[in-house]
């Protein structure tokens, strides 16, 4: 068994096949309320993936502190973790957040300085976070993002991303986070049509407040959006963290999102 998986890594790497583990999710104000135990649950479910992208990092000084917290507990499970976290957004006092990405740096390298995308911050309550990492012989930008809510029509905000591949041209965008707004609304279509495709369709990846004949998921708001030409997907999921607790009640303390995650293959 032991030698079919060395033949079959030395296939991959012959055939120049490489995977990223990424993993995004709204950790619902973190820095607000989260304890230890709370730290210490997101930093096991995160020690698998190779760079995470966090949003909803609350914008005081508590932010930066519960994420450094984070990273010390990643640095526990066995791999060294690299963080960044952004300065608040500049929209409205009440809306404002930060974003964060962490990444095992034995497996992925930050190119540059993240930065917080000016080029639509008026029109955007909550203007994405960008980070371009490096794995291996292979680069991407995330475009991390957290989008108003469905009831203030987040596609206002989600309308400008089809400008980003000009803005940003020779990068490899992928746009993640929570989008407030499902990848079947036509918003997303002049992505779609320049070359970008949803990883995930049909998957509901928020939580309800009460489980209902076992149905505890909501709504389809988180997702990527890849550069098919660039990529392919090898796997795919949503971490349902929920079912280790008693009540969602309890697992809401963590999260009302799940954790959505993709192994991207490089072509």
């Not at 930050?110 to 291996?136: H, I, K, M, S």
């Not at 349902?240 to 072509?267: C, G, M, N």
């Amino acid at each position: 068994m032991r030698k079919c998986l060395v033949l079959l890594f030395l296939l991959a790497h012959f055939l120049g096949w490489t995977q990223l583990r990424l993993c995004s999710w709204n950790v619902c104000d973190l820095g607000k309320s989260k304890n230890d135990a709370t730290i210490e649950f997101i930093a096991q479910t995160l020690r698998n993936y190779d760079l995470v992208a966090l949003q909803e990092i609350v914008a005081g000084p508590e932010g930066p502190k519960a994420l450094a917290r984070l990273a010390d507990a990643l640095n526990r499970t066995g791999s060294k973790w690299e963080y960044v976290v952004s300065a608040p957004t500049q929209g409205d006092r009440q809306k404002r957040e930060r974003y964060a990405f962490l990444w095992k740096s034995s497996r992925v390298m930050l190119v540059g300085t993240p930065w917080l995308d000016q080029n639509f911050a008026a029109e955007v309550e909550r203007e994405p976070f960008l980070g371009t990492f490096r794995y291996e012989n292979n680069e991407l930008t995330i475009v991390n993002f957290h989008a108003i809510t469905k009831k203030l029509q987040p596609e206002r905000e989600i309308k400008y991303f089809k400008f980003f591949p000009e803005k940003y041209i020779g990068h490899n965008l992928v746009f993640t986070g929570d989008f407030n707004c499902p990848q079947t609304h036509s918003v997303f279509s002049p992505l779609k049509k320049s070359g970008f495709s949803a990883v995930f369709s049909n998957t509901k990846t928020t939580l309800k407040t009460a489980c209902v004949d076992g149905n505890c998921t909501a709504s389809e708001f988180d997702n990527f959006f890849y550069f098919a030409n660039r990529m392919s997907v090898e796997n795919k999921g949503a971490a349902a963290f929920y079912s280790t607790f008693q009540s969602l009640k309890e697992a809401r303390k963590i999260s009302d999102h799940l954790p959505i995650w993709v192994e991207f293959r490089f072509k």
